[in-house]
């Protein structure tokens, strides 16, 4: 019996240092296998009690209630979950359809405006006297800044303008527009005789 205990200690000494030599030589491939056994021999797992439950507010709800199910498919389907929501949603349409009709109203009767103006102007430069800048000059000088204000405006707003149901705004009255411009110019020029008015 002694001899067989004698052999089991040399046996065991020797497969420690054996192993011991192995782990040096290659450490990774023997780590991976000593955390395998490690793992094979780990404790047994804590019953749940009071401390290790989860929180409720982490239990996420079944998908299989009704009221889930009924959100996914309303969201699937791409429609407003709720009725309230579609009828702000259409009340924001209709008052933003409002606004925009409104500022194009704003847009017609300004140019409208701008274009009896220029008309007005227009007709009073042959009332002028011929002699004496300082009677005719300030209204050359009106008519050219309210031609200038009518041209830039009507380039800005011209695709609303051609719309008729706004002011069905026409290219020949564009045209007269610039020969307005073009006459202004001329009637100038033969009052100063400036040339880069030409």
């Not at 800044?145 to 009507?154: D, M, N, R, S």
Request: a negative charge; glycine letters at 6%.
């Amino acid at each position: 019996m002694t001899a067989y205990v004698g052999d089991l200690i040399i046996g065991t000494i020797y497969a420690s240092v054996i192993t011991h030599h192995a782990f040096e030589k290659e450490p990774a491939d023997n780590a991976v296998a000593f955390i395998a056994q490690a793992a094979a021999v780990s404790p047994p797992a804590p019953e749940p009690g009071p401390a290790t439950a989860p929180p409720a507010a982490a239990v996420e709800p079944s998908k299989s209630s009704p009221a889930v199910a009924a959100q996914d498919g309303a969201a699937a389907e791409g429609g407003p979950p709720d009725t309230g929501d579609a009828a702000m949603l259409e009340a924001r349409r209709e008052a933003e359809t409002q606004r925009n009709a409104e500022r194009d109203r704003e847009i017609v009767e300004e140019f409208q405006y701008l274009l009896e103006k220029s008309q007005q102007l227009f007709s009073g430069l042959s009332d002028l006297p011929e002699i004496g800048s300082k009677y005719w000059q300030p209204h050359f000088q009106r008519t050219f800044e309210v031609y200038t204000k009518l041209w830039k405006f009507q380039s800005q707003h011209r695709v609303l303008l051609e719309k008729a149901e706004h002011y069905g705004l026409k290219r020949w009255e564009v045209g007269e527009i610039a020969s307005k411009i073009g006459q202004l110019y001329y009637r100038y020029y033969l009052r100063t005789s400036e040339t880069n008015y030409l």
